[in-house]
């Protein structure tokens, strides 16, 4: 199910031991697993060689900064064999630049527009944008709403090959079907998985949901 499974899990808690025993049960079930600063912060970078055991990982740091310091942390990442890394892109091309140049075989992600209420203020008018300089650098996806299914539709209309990956789907609202119907290739969820009774149960919910909005399309 690995290669095929459209699920990226987000593993937000803090320590290697909780991350390592949902990871155990997410071998198998997921694309990847996503981690970001809470896990990283708590078990430093070497993380990602752990957590590699079981899925490949998807390394979302938002990277935000100077062409530099970007490349700086990029190459690191790659060192330890993440699968991906997702970035923002409001920093600009040339600082996006250097984090493609940087990455190798990593797939990387482009913030364009996401899920909390607060993307309305700011980062949504510039969505556009963001998604052109996305394009013009090569990458490899896009994040998008799993919760705004009209935001996500209307960058998969004009994303070209760019895949999107969704979060937003679970705790902040977002149903896994509805987001694959916008177009979504990659579902991200997190809460409704690692705080769950069974997350095994929950990822093979979520799978199942998936696979039958695809047969849908
Ligand atoms: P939950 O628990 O809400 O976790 O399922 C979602 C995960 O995804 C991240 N996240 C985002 N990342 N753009 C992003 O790049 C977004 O719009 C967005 N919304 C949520 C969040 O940090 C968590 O890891």
Redesign the pocket.
Known sequence: MTQESRLIL?L?VYGVEKAEDIAKQAEGRVRAI?I?WPLVMTSGIGVVQRLSRYAEVLC?L?IADIPNTNRLITQKVNEMGAWGI?THIFTGSDSLKAVKEASGEMKVFG?V????PG?SEFMLGFRDRLLALAKEAGLFGI?A?GNNYEVTKELRSRAGTLKIAS??????GGSASDAILSGADYI?????IYESDNPSVEMDLINEEIKQAIGLK
């Open positions: 987000a937000d996503k970001n979302d938002k997702i913030v527009a996401m899920s909390h993307a994040i709403p979060p937003g789907v679970g705790a902040q991200i969820s997190g809460r409704s």
